[in-house]
């Protein structure tokens, strides 16, 4: 793989920040939380150099409908937060899903609920980033497992908001929002970013259309263009093809299945997940995040003792990668999910199984991480009395 010149010695949330910046991010909007506090510092201190504006809100409410209205005026907007602030987040995330406003929400995770143990990491909020907003909706979630993966994935949040026309959650927890790794930046050649298409001038009599699918495929809106450029109507009240509110049945119909089906119907497209020692693989572990780190070296030493076992990573937490995983865990005998919760992620696998399959939970809620030996000794006892879910 093709190097630059720059190897970097970054923090997790660090390379968040330098992510989101290299993505074209330059709003920030946030409130001072932990984990997440080193985002805010970051930006507030690089935003400025490239000609970005950093805000410390009030609040998260404030901060989340912040970037919301930057996003609208035609800038690649973010902000950072955890637990206790995703919980405020909520209806503003709904907001942005129903206008169809390209964010990023970041949510370094930590244990709870309430104000649970800030310095402890947790995975509790697996739930939350799914159905966390009201009403019936699509969303997207990405968790990176290393520093390396937080600054990539951070790029690829911008660029899914930007194509998808949505909000993006990016999550990580208190350990890999605060872990410090080596490596190189990668070269421009392997970035991808896509661009806001926000210079665009309307034709003489053009009117834009900010929420229609006619002339666009599979259900995907037009891409946003600046305001003062092109003028239309924002609501989160079900609303028509021009933006203004239209409380008609149909019309209630026809948005909600296209804002679930814009991100269902390209799912095999949007989902990523690693597959790690998956050929001959019997049992499978499953983990996501700083515990799939665990998780690969418990494979690494079971193999080692002549169990095959392998790994199987979502890296793209919502949509679930439902193909590739329903495929991957069709022919093994145990299936064995490792999360720091009381198997929330768990609860989706189950139905992903085919009937027979032996299917066990490690979890964990006591702000310490899952360390590969338990994640092995939980296998071993599995293989030895088989449980059923």
Known sequence: MPKSSRMVFWQGNEACAYGAIRAGCRFYAGYPITPSSEIAETMARELPKVGGVFVQMEDEIASAAAIIGASL???KSMTAT??????????????????????????????GPSTGMPTKPSQGDIMQARWGTHGDHAIIALYPSTVEEVYRYTIKAFNLAEEYRTPVILLMDEVLGHMYENFYLPPDSEIEIVERISSRELEEGEIFVPFSE???????PPTLVEMGKAKFHVSGLVHDESGFPMAVAETAERLIRRLVNKIKLHID???????????????????????????????????????????????????????QMRKKLANVQNVLVAEMNLGQYASEVVKLIKPGTKLRVLSRVNGELIAPHEILDELNNMLLEGVDF
């Open 73 to 75: 005026a035609g800038v």
């Open 82 to 111: 955890s637990g206790p602030g995703f919980s405020l987040m909520q209806e503003a995330i709904g907001y942005a899903i129903m206008t169809e406003t390209p964010t990023v929400f970041v949510d370094v995770m930590r244990a």
């Open 214 to 220: 006619t002339e666009y495929a599979e259900h995907l």
């Open 269 to 323: 497209k949007i989902a990523e997940c690693e597959e790690y020692m998956l050929e001959d693989a019997e049992s499978v572990i499953i983990a996501y995040g700083t515990v799939a780190r665990s998780a690969k070296e418990a494979v690494n030493i079971a193999r080692a003792e002549g169990i095959k076992v392998g790994l199987l990573r979502p890296i793209t937490i919502w949509p679930i990668p439902v193909n």
